[in-house]
Structure formats: structure tokens, C-alpha cells
């Protein structure tokens, strides 16, 4: 029974103010009993806190996040975010090669930073020889302590006229530049560095198949 809702009614009909007050005084003591606890009352303020506590869940705190620091001379590079596929990179279609052909490149780029190759060959054929080259070089460079700086390849444009052969391949240019890439060893010594190459065009085979792309052979077409 509501106190609030007997109270406002007593106020508005005062000329039966002690019946009111009398009824309410007797439904409260049939829903709650009296102030001492006597039987039939509500629980105690002491036991409805002490129930509170028992079913409250505490709110958890939220993890942070882990920060991403890129490699440098230093030290390698720590919680490098693993690139993601945009939608569109699985779509069968010209727009679908490009936009996955981007997406392997991104992979690649964390591959050379975080050592990390799974993302990478999960969507490239082992056949791909070039890949299994680079692979080795990122895998050998971020083992015994050794890290690799740079290297990131920065796509300028790509061009695909979307003609498959008879084997379901497509293939599409990428005009790219690789930056600079430091090697070092455990012990923060620069063991050697390769410039900054001049504008190429690389030459991606890929192939869809089971609702996505794989890359079958990435080969260097030249420098422009």
C-alpha cells in the first residue's frame, strides 16, 4: 500500500481526515506491521541492506586498452592492431579486387611490424613463391630478439581491366613504393638498411573461390 497516495487523499477530502488516517493507519499495519518488526512486518532495514548486497552485481571495470607503439630504433613494435577486411574486399566483382588487393597490402605492412604472418597467408595460396620469400625474410628478422623498422608499402593506385582466364585467375596492377627498411639485431645494433624504392608497378594474382579472394603469385612488373 502506497503512504503517498492515502496522504494526497487526505488532504484533498479533509473533511473525513481521521477516517482516512484511520484506514491507513490499519492497511499499513496489515501490509508491514509495526516499527518493532512484530509478525507480519516487512524485513528489517538491516536485512533488506544486508539482501541488496547479497544480489548486487559490482559493475566491471573495463580493460584498456592495449597502446600500440610502432618499432623503432628502441625496440620493436607492441600491439600493432591487426588490419580488417572491409566488406567489400569479399565481394566478386572488379570493386571486390581492388578493395581486397589494398587489404593484402595493409596485412603485409603488419606483417613487417608485428611479425605476426597468420593474417596474411590465411589469404594467400602457399604456391605464391614471392610471399613465401618475404615471409621468410619478416619471420627470420622477428626471432632471437631481432626487429625489422619501415618497410611499409604505400599503394598509389591499382588498374585491373577484370578478365578471367581459364584457370578463374584475375590480375591487377598495383603502382606502390616501399619505404625504407632497417634491420636489427637483439641487442639494438642497425645490422644493415635498404632505401626507399622508386615507383613500381607489382602484379597480383588472385582467384575467388568459396565467397572470397585468395593471392595466388604477387611478381614485380618494374620500375616507372
Request: proline share 5%; glycine share 8%.
Amino acid at each position: 500500500m502506497n503512504r503517498r497516495t492515502k496522504f494526497d487523499t487526505s488532504t484533498r477530502a479533509r473533511s473525513s481526515v481521521i477516517a482516512v488516517l484511520a484506514v491507513a493507519a490499519l492497511g499499513l499495519t496489515a501490509c508491514g506491521g509495526d516499527a518493532e518488526g512484530e509478525p507480519g512486518s516487512s524485513a528489517s532495514p538491516a536485512a533488506t541492506s544486508a539482501a541488496a548486497g547479497e544480489t548486487a552485481t559490482p559493475t566491471p571495470t573495463p580493460s584498456a586498452t592495449p597502446e600500440y607503439k610502432p618499432a623503432t630504433a628502441n625496440g620493436p613494435a607492441e600491439n600493432v592492431p591487426v588490419p580488417q577486411m572491409p566488406e567489400l574486399a569479399s565481394e566478386e566483382s572488379k570493386e571486390g579486387l581492388e578493395a581486397f588487393t589494398l587489404y593484402w597490402y595493409d596485412l603485409l605492412n603488419y606483417a613487417y611490424e608485428s611479425g605476426d604472418l597468420a593474417p596474411l597467408e590465411a589469404v594467400t595460396e602457399d604456391s605464391c613463391l614471392r610471399c613465401q620469400d618475404v615471409g621468410k625474410v619478416i619471420a627470420d628478422w622477428h626471432s632471437e630478439g631481432r626487429w625489422l623498422v619501415g618497410g611499409k608499402v604505400e599503394i598509389d593506385g591499382t588498374g585491373t581491366d577484370y578478365v578471367e582466364d581459364s584457370a578463374g585467375r584475375h590480375q591487377i596492377a598495383v603502382q606502390l613504393v616501399s619505404n625504407e627498411l632497417r634491420y636489427y639485431l637483439a641487442d639494438g645494433t642497425l645490422h644493415e638498411k635498404s632505401t626507399e624504392s622508386d615507383m613500381q608497378v607489382d602484379v597480383l594474382v588472385a582467384r575467388y573461390e568459396s565467397g572470397r579472394w585468395l593471392t595466388l603469385d604477387v611478381g614485380v612488373s618494374g620500375s616507372i
